[in-house]
């Protein structure tokens, strides 16, 4: 019996979850390049191989399409498939897969098969990687119907989201920040925080709403301390779900502040931040005392790691925007 | 065929019994059809070439967006689905009528999808459907699903149980043009990978909409999955007992736990691609004479006769196909739009307040426009 609370990094409280989901239930099975007898190259499914056996914890062909593809006809026969993508820009030769046939199969068969598949998929930048292997693909499968797609920020979210997105009939694409896979954080093994698709306010505050999914609510959390430092109060939102998302609690927080900047490592356009600045121009426009902001990853290709810190949003770009924000 | 052809045959064009030399070992999978199976083989190929060609008439009369023929390729689909047993499931393309047919959905289903009522058709898990999956439109997408569908079947423990009524396969059908799909090749690696109790059956109908088998591939496409490490096999596919006999043995293989194999069927599209196609442009008049007269359904009707079959069994069968497709017709006609409801339910198993908000608006939508006339 483990402590009730217990210091360790994502990457462990994953591995945690994953056990704990397949320990509950037999028809779980974990799928990709890798996870077997190495762990995957995150180490996420370490050892579950050897507590599970080869026919639960598969270490598949090197084809996206086709860990994908079988994953479909495994749900078909009534298993619950989790699918490891080794990187974020791994990802796309399973595309048709995911969003042609995952994700509308329920609809297509009118309720008749349900595709209760999770895809891992480790993304965004920090780490000083090669090209294809530092993107935030998420928006793309955010647009997709069907599909439900989470991202979350610390090692009990890991845990216990996790779980929930086993235990959904639908598909859901899990986002795992690899830049927060080690840090270590507390986790709670006593009882799920908050549902799958909720958005948290991790730091209350008055001035300007800041809100991000994944590793930069860590970003946001530091310029948060620095802006505090200066007087300004942040009020911090964790998105935790980008489909569907969670609007009442950011809808209540900019009803408060008046000011809302969104922040993401992905592209800015046509992006999940859009939605939210959309979405919030339509429902709080009159509580708005200034333009919705992003800050994100520029709308280029993902560049060379020695000026990836360029490319990415940092705490100092983020206060940039709330000192525009304040100034409008 | 000529005599040292690689290919399975046991009928010759004119229907005269003369297995060829690579048919002998399939000789005992025919030792047990009797004249009534086979006589069934003749009503199911009569029944959905009738029902195709309604198919392309009521599409030509506006009552359906769109129509893929399957004349042409009955023998094929016919003696496949005739040599699967009741617990196996088989995952068609969209062309695969007659062996829906054979495996006892209900028909309409088919034309659900095609006039643009549903979008699945039928309910793949209901028992009274015969295992046969939905139809799937991106070319090639279906052979993974089966693979998957059949490592899950192994996973279950229902392969090589010695069980007749357990043991079980799964059948994929696909054809020449998805044979260059990533798809395809990804599901035979995963197939010859996870040694799935599973049967590829590529109908090779020489065309990919206009382009030619030739473009798709430069050896014949049974060899193909032998570089996977498939075991395979080429036959005539307009020899309803050379497409069961193939059938037979791979499936019982597969079900005893002898891992995948491959089946091309040489057959033909008399008919278009779709009912949106014109293939004047592409094919020459010869090419389809040549076909003609190699029709499955003339063939076999020749070997039943040489059999005893008489006049009045062909004609109680017209008569039965006629009637078929006339209670298809009648049943097309009524065939109404689906509630608006349908597109926002089971887009999601679960909840989704996005969804629910968008379905609520348009009800609501809908409402004030009728409140305002």
Not at chain 1, 79 to 93: A, K, L, N, T, W
Not at chain 1, 214 to 234: I, R
Not at chain 2, 51 to 77: I, K, V, Y
Not at chain 2, 280 to 304: H, M, N, S
Request: negative net charge; glycine residues 8%; aromatic residues 10%.
């Amino acid at each position: 019996m483990p402590p009730t609370i217990e210091e360790m990094p994502m990457a462990k409280a994953l591995n945690a979850g994953l056990r704990a989901a397949m320990a509950a239930d037999d028809r779980v099975l974990l799928m990709g390049e890798d996870i077997g007898t190495l762990g995957g190259v995150f180490r996420i499914t370490e050892g579950l191989q050897a507590e599970f056996g080869m026919k639960r914890v598969l270490d598949t062909p090197l084809a996206e399409s086709g860990i994908i593809g079988t994953a479909v006809g495994l749900a078909m026969r009534g298993y619950r498939s989790v699918c490891e993508i080794q990187f974020d820009g791994f990802i796309y030769p399973g595309f048709d897969q995911i969003t042609s046939q995952l994700a509308k199969l329920t609809n297509r068969t009118e309720g008749s098969v349900h595709m209760p598949v999770v895809i891992r998929v480790p993304y965004g930048g920090h780490i000083g990687a090669v090209e294809h292997h530092q993107e935030s693909p998420e928006a793309y499968f955010a647009h997709t119907a069907g599909l439900r797609v989470v991202s979350p920020s610390t090692p009990n979210d890991a845990y216990w989201m996790i779980q929930e997105a086993i235990a959904s009939d639908d598909p859901v694409m899990f986002f795992e920040p690899k830049s927060r896979y080690w840090p270590k954080g507390p986790v709670d093994f006593s009882s799920s925080a908050v549902p799958l698709h909720s958005t948290r306010v991790v730091r209350t505050g008055t001035d300007v709403t800041l809100i991000a999914h994944g590793a930069m609510v860590s970003t946001l959390l530091q310029a948060a301390q620095v802006a505090a430092d200066e007087g300004v109060s942040v009020e911090v939102l964790d998105l935790r779900s980008l489909s569907p998302i969670d609007f009442g609690p950011i809808i209540s927080s900019v009803e408060k502040t008046g000011r809302l900047i969104v922040c993401q490592e992905a592209p800015g356009f046509v992006s999940v931040g859009s939605e939210i600045a959309a979405t919030v121009a339509e429902r709080a426009f009159y509580s708005l005392q200034s333009p919705v902001l992003r800050v994100s990853g520029f709308d280029t290709p993902y560049p060379s790691s020695k000026i990836e810190t360029f490319y990415l949003p940092d705490a100092d770009r983020v206060l940039e925007a709330v000192d525009r924000s304040l100034a409008y | 065929m000529a005599e040292n052809s690689p290919t399975v045959q046991f009928l010759s064009i004119d229907g005269e019994f003369a297995p060829s030399e690579a048919a002998e070992e399939y000789l005992p999978y025919l030792a047990d059809l009797s004249d009534d199976d086979h006589r069934q083989f003749y009503r199911d190929m009569a029944i959905s070439r009738r029902f195709d060609e309604e198919c392309t008439n009521l599409q030509r009369q506006g009552q359906m967006g769109l129509w893929p023929p399957s004349h042409g390729q009955e023998a094929a689909q016919v003696g496949s689905a005739r040599a699967s047993r009741p617990q196996d499931i088989l995952f068609p393309t969209y062309r695969e009528h007659a062996v829906g047919l054979v495996r006892g959905i209900d028909i309409l289903g088919i034309v659900k999808v095609m006039r643009g009522t549903s979008l699945g058709g039928w309910d793949a898990n209901d028992p009274k459907n015969g295992n046969f999956r939905n139809y799937t439109l991106v070319i090639g997408s279906q052979t993974l699903h089966a693979t998957g569908y059949a490592m899950g079947v192994a996973f279950d423990g229902l392969v090589g149980t010695g069980d007749p009524d357990v043991d079980t396969a799964v059948m994929v059908y696909f054809g020449d043009g998805s044979t260059s799909q990533g798809d395809v090749s990804e599901s035979f690696v995963f197939a010859a990978s996870n040694q799935t109790p599973q049967v590829f059956f590529l109908q090779n109908n020489q065309w990919a909409i206009s382009v030619p088998v030739s473009t798709q591939s430069r050896i014949p496409l049974y060899l193909r999955a032998r570089g996977f490490g498939i075991p395979s096999v080429q036959i005539d596919g307009n020899d309803v007992l050379a497409s069961y006999a193939a059938t037979r043995k791979h499936l019982d293989e597969a079900r005893a736990g002898q891992g995948p194999a491959m089946i091309e069927a040489l057959t033909y599209r008399i008919g278009a691609h779709t009912t949106s196609d014109d293939p004047t442009r592409y094919q020459t008049p010869e090419q389809l004479a040549y076909w003609v007269a190699r029709d499955p359904i003339k063939r076999f009707e020749a070997y039943l006769r040489a059999q005893g079959a008489d006049d009045a069994f062909f004609a109680r069968t017209t008569e039965e196909a006629n009637d078929f497709a006339a209670d298809l017709r009648h049943r097309t006609l009524t065939l109404e739009a689906p509630p608006l409801s349908s597109m926002f339910d089971n887009v999601y198993a679960e909840p989704h307040p996005l969804v629910a908000e968008q379905h609520a608006w348009l009800n609501a939508y809908e409402l004030s426009l009728r409140e305002g006339i």
